[in-house]
């Protein structure tokens, strides 16, 4: 490991660097729902077909945003391999809470991008992952998973 950097866990066990992590999930996560909705509402595409491109762009944004500060440290495959270790249970919450969050508020999946609906079901579906998967990111962080995978890169 590297020196100095045992002290980043801080006196609550994780809980800070458990909501960074979330935070940064959240970020890739976000980005992926909503440009796979414009997507998806743009080509008229299927209740189905909507949420798997948001989860695909959920992904390729949160692994994305997970590898371009790793590149200053590591080779491009060994920054994507230490993403998809760090990350990829993080995301995985984060969208099956989001996803099922979305799929039960009646008139969601149907509702277009100028809908008051799609939005405030888009962010309260995100703000619950969130809350879900901080306990999810403190868990793997305490036992050397996760985002501690990643942790030393982003302080050396």
């Known amino acids: 490991m590297h020196d100095g950097h045992d002290g980043h866990m801080d006196a609550g066990g994780g809980w ?6 979330t935070l940064h999930c ?7 729902e909503i440009l796979g909705m414009v ?5 008229a595409l299927g209740n189905a077909a909507s949420i798997a491109i948001s989860i695909a762009l959920a992904f390729l944004f949160g ?5 371009r500060p790793l590149l200053a440290a590591v080779t491009p495959r060994r ?8 990350d990829t249970v993080s995301i995985a919450t984060m969208e099956v809470v989001d996803n099922a969050f979305i799929v039960v508020v009646p008139g969601a999946l149907a509702a ?3 809908d008051g609906l799609f939005w405030w079901s888009l962010l309260v579906s995100l703000g619950i992952a969130f809350v879900v998967t ?3 990111n403190r868990w793997l962080i305490r036992r050397g998973k ?10 050396s």
């Open 112 to 114: 277009g991008l100028g």
């Open 146 to 155: 996760g985002h501690a995978v990643i942790h030393a890169y982003h302080h």
């Open 26 to 32: 959240l970020t890739g996560c976000a980005i992926g």
């Open 16 to 21: 800070g660097t458990a909501i960074s992590a």
């Open 79 to 86: 920054a994507v391999r230490l993403a998809f270790a760090s």
């Open 134 to 136: 901080v306990p999810v």
């Open 39 to 43: 997507i998806a509402t743009a080509l």
């Open 63 to 67: 692994y994305g945003l997970a590898v």
